[in-house]
């Protein structure tokens, strides 16, 4: 294995990993899904991806494996890598790969990293950046809420050297919500970003059953509104997953509250359960539910409203800068 230290981590958003059905009963549109009796049934349909490639791809892939990079691309076996990578986007992993928060949705590892920091690391950032020739690059990272600053100083000299090396390649920061120290927001915004996002993740109600107690709806919506409020160029960006236990009410009151503060883009797929200790899937998404999702979004404001079952945070994220409007179901 390589050296941990030294190597960035590229993922296609932080914490979310895909494993199979093993227990869970696959149904069609509408119907919640539970445990079964041990007999496997077939997924949904909608639950496929088609495989692409190209030069563009081949590349990404070949000095990932060169330069030994881990990527959860690869290890979670994502169902969008072969397509955010024939698209020349990919998302790294800032901070290392532990996390200071427990959420139920999330299969990251959970701890204390006491501090520890890769010096190297916004070099070994721009330079993968440069290797893979991005167009688009999502810097994302673990909660550090053992750092005085949550990290936000760390992030922003990544930006800042990433920019240096490849002043072509637009930046998007997915980030803790640093406990909702404003100041600590603005180091990040003020590094010359993009795009600026933090995840709500669920609906209100849902919350404290799915994130960390030191995360809350309020806070990531004061995150993403003082971003706004602070550099109103820089676009701003949120995710929800569904299949949560949420309501149609609960997620158009969520895109209202999301408008309120400012936010430009929006995010949603499919929750996928990474083990049997995290939250529990209530029920699988449509095509045609994801799609109407979207239609409500877009009749909110939203700039952009990606919607579909394998969407991710960070999904195809570099059709943001190009203000497409796309349904993904």
Known sequence: MPDAELIPVIQVASGEKFVNDRGMVAIKDGIKAGRGSGQRLPKPDWLRVRVRGGATYEKVQDIVHEHRLATVCEEAKCPNMSECWSAGTATIMLMGDVCTRACRFCAVNTGNPRGWLDSMEPDNTARSVQLMSLRYVVLTSVNRDDLADGGAGHYAACVRRVKEVNPDTAVEALTPDFLGVLQDVETVVDSGIEVFAQNVETVRRLTHPVRDPRASYEQTLEVLAHAKRYRPQVLTKTSLMLGLGETDGEITATMDDLRAVGVDILTLGQYLQPTAHHHPIDRWVSPAQFEQYRQWGLE??????????????????????????????
Do not use: D, H, I, T
């Open 300 to 329: 909110r404001g939203f700039m952009e409203v990606v919607s579909g079952v394998f969407v991710r945070s960070s999904y195809r994220a570099e059709q943001v800068l190009q203000k497409n409007n796309v349904g993904l179901g």
